[in-house]
């Protein structure tokens, strides 16, 4: 394995670490804090006006989950993609090229990452805000409420949203998953690919290796040479895992793909 194979496994497993570690906290911060203040009687949520104060009250939970572990895995995840770029500005230059940090500068705006804060509106911020899972978590509750269901019953419902178990993700995990995880090797190829038309690489090898569950888009590929007019012509084909209006040296085999591309000079 070379340097960009390792920081490529080293920044999934990290990633994983921390999504459950947000798992966790999240548990903590709606089943002890939040659900705990519901007014039940003999366990029933009680149909009342002081619970769907508490169920509007939803959102200040999400913000101080945002403020308080979100927003630094956030700076932690925006880093890892800004490393992505620097990987691409390595390996050009080991192969000669002079190309500098500031040929990937544009990334941190892309982002939204100023130094440590995340700037509002951003990518990153939007990803942190996550709506989905605020949005079903509300409607949980607010039916939980109308239909006077039992506190534990509701306790049941939320913790699949939360709590991965070994055979099921959460659907906060999978909400990452398709989010988070393809960010990763994306930003990785598209500051290679504008490198190499920035200093005039027309050729480049499929990297990455075959798995178990590699597609066949990527297993005729890996480890062949192709030119830039080769890849174009890949836009106009479909295959299983192909991300819609994404361009292939962007997406490469598509969904969760972790291949990329290692350019390469002509005479090579």
Not at 62 to 69: G, I
Not at 168 to 196: C, E, F, G, H, I
Request: proline content about 1%; hydrophobic content about 35%.
């Amino acid at each position: 394995m070379n340097n960009i194979d390792d920081w490529i496994e080293a920044t999934y497993k990290e990633l994983e670490d921390k999504i459950k570690s947000q798992e966790d906290e999240f548990i903590n911060i709606l089943f002890s804090d939040y659900l705990s203040n519901f007014y039940v009687d003999d366990q029933i949520i009680k149909n009342t006006s002081g619970n769907y104060i508490k169920a509007n009250e939803l959102n200040n939970q999400f913000n101080e989950a945002y403020n308080a572990f979100i927003a630094p895995f956030l700076v932690w995840y925006g880093k890892k993609l800004l490393e992505g770029g620097k990987y691409a500005v390595d390996y050009f230059n080991s192969i000669g090229v002079k190309a500098t940090i500031d040929d990937v500068k544009y990334l941190s705006n892309r982002l939204g990452l100023d130094g440590n804060k995340i700037i509002k509106g951003s990518f990153l911020w939007n990803l942190g805000q996550l709506g989905e899972i605020r949005q079903r978590m509300q409607d949980l509750v607010l039916n939980a409420i109308a239909s006077s269901q039992k506190l534990n019953v509701l306790v049941r419902n939320i913790k699949p949203l939360f709590k991965s178990t070994t055979k099921k993700r959460s659907a906060l995990a999978k909400y990452y998953l398709k989010y988070a995880y393809d960010p990763v090797m994306q930003t990785l190829n598209s500051t290679s690919y504008k490198l190499a038309r920035q200093y005039g690489y027309t050729k480049f090898i499929y990297k990455g290796g075959i798995i178990e569950k590699s597609r066949d888009f990527c297993i005729e590929r890996d480890g062949n040479e192709y030119t830039l007019e080769q890849g174009k012509e890949w836009n106009n084909l479909d295959w299983k895992g192909k991300i819609q209006d994404i361009d292939f040296f962007i997406q490469l085999g598509g969904y969760s793909c972790r291949h990329y591309l290692q350019f390469i000079k002509e005479e090579l």
